[in-house]
């Protein structure tokens, strides 16, 4: 089994321009979730899904979307790229809210 | 809102014991223990529900106090294999929000 994959590992972007974040997990969990990770600030919930076409915001929501049409992926897309959003991103999945959370190995995205 | 970790950072000689805490201003359903090393993803530790009850992982244990709403993560005789960052994240809503961890270095 992959596990949680994301893809791109890097990524550098121009302020305005919009790109996607893919997360696939082959464990058939139906709780995904994205998170941001920067310096001190631990790990910050972006959005998170509980099954295939049901999404919601977590605690950084705004400047990201997301859709979840399949159990396996969970793409989050960045509309217009900010300095601000540089960082690096988690997916994670996990069979239910109170499993096992198996993390992707992360997306450093830079903004520039 | 996040759950507050103290302390932010620790230095320890191998075969020395820490305790990192992590407590909420809400009601606690559950509080899980990752530890991240530098560089590569979060790896689980162990989840605590309701009830009080704790749990071990290698010489690591931790507590649930769901009426204090904290939790505590004991590590005895470190290792050095025991440096990171340590998160605890609390469980709420379909929520899992991490505190903003914990360093951890330990040295020979």
């Known amino acids: 089994n992959a596990g949680v994959t994301q893809t791109p590992k890097?990524?550098?972007l121009k302020t305005g321009q919009s790109m996607t974040l893919q997360c696939a997990q082959d464990m058939n969990h139906e709780?995904?979730?994205?998170?941001?990770?920067?310096?001190?600030?631990?790990?910050?919930?972006?959005?998170?899904?509980?099954?295939?076409g049901i999404t919601d915001q977590g605690e950084v929501p705004n400047g990201y979307n997301v859709s979840r049409s399949t159990t396996e992926d969970f793409p989050l897309r960045l509309l217009s790229a900010a300095p601000s959003q540089t960082s690096v991103y988690f997916c994670a999945s996990s069979y239910s809210m109170a499993g096992e959370a198996f993390f992707g190995?992360?997306?450093?995205?830079?903004?520039? | 809102?996040?759950?507050?970790?103290s302390p932010q950072a620790v230095i320890l000689r191998e075969g020395e014991d820490a305790v990192i805490n992590c407590s909420s201003s809400k009601a606690l359903y559950s509080v899980h223990w990752y530890r991240q090393k530098h560089g590569e993803?979060?790896?689980?530790?162990?989840?605590l529900l309701k009830g009080g009850e704790q749990k071990g992982h290698e010489k690591i244990s931790a507590s649930f106090n769901e009426k204090k709403q904290q939790s505590s993560l004991y590590l005895t005789a470190s290792q050095l294999s025991y440096s990171g960052t340590y998160f605890c994240g609390t469980e709420?809503?379909?929520k899992l929000i991490f505190g903003a961890?914990?360093?951890?270095a330990v040295h020979p």
């Open chain 2, 101 to 104: 961890g914990t360093r951890l």
């Open chain 1, 31 to 52: 709780y995904m979730s994205w998170y941001r990770q920067d310096p001190g600030m631990g790990l910050r919930l972006i959005h998170y899904s509980v099954g295939a």
């Open chain 2, 1 to 5: 809102q996040q759950p507050v970790q």
């Open chain 2, 92 to 94: 709420g809503y379909n």
């Open chain 2, 41 to 47: 993803a979060p790896v689980f530790l162990m989840i």
């Open chain 1, 10 to 12: 890097f990524q550098v």
């Open chain 1, 105 to 112: 190995q992360g997306t450093r995205l830079t903004v520039v």
